[in-house]
């Protein structure tokens, strides 16, 4: 019986078999759902109406295999902090492709669902926290108004799992538009066949961009329009301060979505060096570093695409180069409108530029809240800081003032463009850690409680107020670990 209204059309699983493993996953022992998003289901047309929690569980733990799923690993390769490896999903299952009312369709992926024959020799298994962590930041994310992977469960196995100490183990149920990687891309180049290359191509484009199917050259086409979507994925990461923390080939999507949270996190105090990843030594994949990392994983994909550029390999590579090359100027011209926008400017002025980079070094220098500092100049009876009254501020504030003068319209029109893009908040990190100590002693309460505040960062509202404060002033620097 088909209560929950399950529609797949499992296109990935038609696929020839070098693309994928089909495998179940492996039954939990006791499935307890945590969380499960209402929200996300009713978009998606599913209806729990007629199902219980208990059966809910065991559909969301994979224990009772949803009607028409076809499960598979799904083969990858990539490069891990430059090294590259072959990879594939060593934990998670891609349970089918579920199509929703709008015709539109989604991934339906379970992590944590057990070993595959890419586990290596990992246990296939996924820690409560994490998956939690998951579930409040990728929502947190689409509320933001960026581009992301959803999450629509998150149930508990019953079953320990051993990382350095014993933990609760779950899974995650994880929608996404696709799970194409570039490393998806580059597991297919090594095998150098052609013709696979072109028939995951040829899926890409007739999966996300249709419009470029009659193209004279679709793979050119297909790495152009990656290469933009991948600019404004991360200038809204920009925008909003969100550090990805583990921006490997891999974990790049190819349809634009942020995907894979594991050490991610918000940067409070701006400093564009910031890192919170505990295995990022030598800070690869910091904050300032995100544009320049997002373009060396499309140098990556696009070097998987030159036996399908052109049949001369030099002129394909010559391509290839160019194409990646427009990445620094669109790049550079999509940051600074955005920065416009969170400072309400409108038009362009030369000095822009100038007046963007003074204020984030003064922010940089003064250890000032990014969130916050541009939630101040939306409204200055905005938490009472003196770090407001600071003179190189207030000389700043003031020449903001004179450039907000050229706009040549009214503050209405202003602070709703800066309202628009400046969230008054964010996942902080030290109340996603308060949230998850609680649930991990079963208190589920304060997650849910924050994943609602999250649903309206651009809102004003009584509820929001707790959760605007930075972390109380420690020496402790908050890390985030990966392996989760
Ligand atoms: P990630 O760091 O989540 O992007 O994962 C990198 C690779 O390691 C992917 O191939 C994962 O499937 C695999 N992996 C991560 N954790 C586990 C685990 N506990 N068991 C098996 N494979 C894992
Ligand atoms: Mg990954």
Redesign the pocket.
Known sequence: MNKINWNFNNTYFSLSSSFKENINPVPVKNPELVLINKTLASELNLNFSKVTEKELSEVFSGNSLPNGSNPIAQAYAGH?FGHFTM??????ILMGEHISKNNERFDIQFKGSG?TP???N?????ALGPMLREYIISEAMHSLNIPTTRSLAVVKTGEDVVRESILQGAILTRVASSHLRVGTFQYVAMRKNESELKTLVDYTIERHYPNIKKSKNKAVDLLKVLIELQIDLVVNWMRVGFIHG?M?T??MSISGETI?Y?PCAFMDTYDPKTVFSSIDEFGRYAYFNQPSITKWNLARFAECLIPLIDPKKEKAIEIATETINSFDKSYETKWINMMRDKLGLFGQDSKDQVLIIDLLTWMHKNKADYTNTFCFLMDENFQHNKIYNNENFLIWKKRWKERLKLNNSTPEKYLSLMKSVNPLVIPRNHKVEEVLEYANNNDFSPLKKLINVLEKPYEKTKENIDYQYPAPVSDKKYKTF???
């Open positions: 891990q990879l594939g999903d060593g934990r998670a070993q890419f586990s290596r990992g246990d296939g298994r996924a583990v490997n891999d974990n894979d594991g990966c392996g989760t």
